[in-house]
Nanobody, 117 residues
Framework: QVQIVESGGGSVQPGGSLTLSCTAS????????MGWYRQAPGKQRELVAL???????DYADSVKDRFFISRDNAENTVYLQMDRLKPEDTAVYYC???????????WGQGTQVTVSS
């Protein structure tokens, strides 16, 4: 019923690009925020980027000049375009979907992004 499906992770060399996709099931409605978090081994989960229903966006300082978040409301999908990737970007990336007035807060299973030579 409630499904968060992530795709697009993989391995890439430094300076390369990847695009992550996250689709929420059609049964999830009134989505306010869609965002991406990441967690590297031994570190806390941190916000990468988020976007609201009216397309206001926010980025972590470490990625704001390299990553771009967008959403397709008709498809219940959020994208994260990642350019000029660095080894420090290596982490598991998690999709987050949150409803208006804290109606719900859902997480994807995570997708691995590895940046190495």
């Amino acid at each position: 019923q409630v499904q968060i499906v992530e795709s697009g992770g993989g391995s890439v060399q430094p300076g390369g690009s990847l695009t992550l996709s996250c689709t929420a099931s059609e049964s999830i409605f009134s989505i306010y925020i869609m965002g991406w978090y990441r967690q590297a081994p031994g570190k806390q989960r941190e916000l990468v980027a988020l976007i609201t229903s009216n397309t206001n966006s926010d980025y972590a300082d470490s990625v704001k000049d390299r990553f771009f978040i967008s959403r397709d409301n008709a498809e219940n999908t959020v994208y994260l375009q990642m350019d000029r990737l660095k080894p420090e970007d290596t982490a598991v990336y998690y999709c987050n979907v949150r409803g208006y007035v804290d109606l719900y807060n859902y997480w994807g299973q995570g997708t691995q992004v590895t940046v190495s030579s």
